[in-house]
């Protein structure tokens, strides 16, 4: 896994983007974590190490992986980003109860793609897959 940050590392600083200790915190933290945390879970969990960090300098950095192409940023309407390091082509699974996400391995879906490029003309770039239900501990506590 360090190497995968390294080479985060490496991959900013060819696009001129200076690396802080709370730069490489924040990237480390989201590259070694499968939860999808937002901003602020980032910034909870680095706080104590890091006591001038703020959540927009958490947010700022966020924008900027984002941007560089390291880091996803998924959305689910008003409610905050949450971030993912795993740029391979993956599903969630989503929690409607908690927000928990989980990575689940499946070919992408392109048969959607190709019948929306088909029945609209459209040049088709992509697609979002969101499934959703309740995660095994809350669907213990609805039950
Ligand atoms: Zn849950
Ligand atoms: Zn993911």
Same mark, same amino acid.
């Given at each position: 896994m360090e190497s995968k940050v390294e080479h985060a590392v490496d991959q900013l600083k060819s696009g001129g983007i200076r690396m802080t200790p709370q730069r490489y915190a924040i990237l480390h933290y989201l590259m070694e @974590?499968? @939860?999808? $945390?937002t901003a602020d879970d980032i910034f909870r969990a680095l706080s104590p190490q890091y $006591? @001038?960090?703020s959540v927009a300098t958490v947010y700022n950095n966020l924008k900027l992986f984002v941007d560089a192409g390291l880091v996803r940023e998924l959305t689910y309407g008003d409610d905050s980003s949450r971030f993912d390091?795993?740029? @391979?082509d993956h599903y969630h699974v989503t929690c409607t109860s908690c927000g928990t996400i989980v990575d689940i391995d499946h070919p992408p879906v392109m048969e959607v793609e190709r019948t929306a490029a088909a029945m609209t003309g459209f040049s088709v770039l992509g697609h979002r897959l969101e499934i959703y239900g309740l995660c095994p501990t809350c669907k213990g506590m609805h039950s």
């Open positions: @974590s499968y @939860s999808h $945390p $006591p @001038s960090l390091a795993d740029m @391979s």
